[in-house]
């Protein structure tokens, strides 16, 4: 079975510029998640997804930052403009569960950015 | 709100010896409880999950957790470490919704097994 597959891995911008992030979640999961992890620090939930529609985007920087998930496959992350801050590791995780039961999230590679 | 709290940065052990990640709890009703290990430029890997039942929970790669709902902890547990073992390790717990469940990371312990 597929894994969770994330591009790019790595990103190096400059502050002020854009970035986008694709996530494709395991065939037949229901819920996509996309988790900001900074350096030294746990993974915080950004964005969730299930099927198409967003279920928690709480701690989105709904300002800079910017999600979607057409056809409730695949998903894009986007940040416009970028700052010093948002350097982090991208992860994307996705989960059969649509809340029947507490099953396990799989996690993509991640993508890594550096804001210069 | 839920959340979870790894009390030690990092640690230490020498291979061979037991190797103990501490992890405490917060939540209201029953908790769903998790352990994910991270290595250098890898996304998570799932170890093991407690939902309900035994306390004591066995994963992957020999590693288990006992939950104990007097301490609110569910310490992850390796009977004989292992230098491959060195990694990241995340405890999380999992708030069950009808459009889906989330899951809160804590900080997590970063684990160095000497050879």
């Known amino acids: 079975e597929a894994g969770v597959a994330q591009s790019p891995r790595y990103k190096i911008i400059e502050k002020r510029q854009s970035v986008a992030f694709w996530c494709n979640p395991i065939?037949?999961?229901?819920?996509l998640y996309w988790y900001q992890q900074i350096l030294g620090q746990g993974p915080k939930l950004l964005i969730q997804f299930q099927n198409n529609g967003v279920v928690d985007d709480s701690q989105l920087p709904k300002d800079r930052f910017s999600a979607e998930r057409l056809k409730g496959v695949d998903s894009t992350l986007k940040i416009q403009p970028a700052k010093l801050e948002d350097s982090a590791v991208y992860l994307c995780?996705?989960?059969?569960?649509?809340?029947?039961?507490?099953?396990?999230?799989?996690f993509g590679e991640g993508s890594r950015l550096t804001v210069l | 709100a839920q959340s979870v709290a790894q009390p030690e940065d990092q640690v230490n052990v020498a291979e061979g010896n037991p190797l103990t990640v501490k992890c405490t709890y917060s939540?209201?009703?029953?908790?769903?409880l998790f352990w994910y290990v991270q290595y250098p430029n890898r996304g998570l890997q799932f170890l093991l999950k407690?939902?309900?039942?035994?306390?004591l929970v066995k994963g992957s790669y020999g590693f288990e957790a006992e939950f104990n709902k007097s301490q609110t902890s569910f310490h992850l547990k390796k009977p004989s470490a292992l230098v491959s073992d060195s990694a990241l390790y995340f405890c999380a717990t999992m708030k069950i919704k009808a459009a889906g469940n989330k899951l809160t990371f804590g900080g997590g312990t970063r684990v160095l097994v000497k050879p």
């Open positions: 939540v209201s009703g029953n908790p769903y």
């Open positions: 407690y939902i309900t039942g035994d306390n």
């Open positions: 995780a996705s989960s059969f569960s649509s809340g029947g039961g507490p099953g396990e999230l799989f």
């Open positions: 065939s037949g999961h229901a819920t």
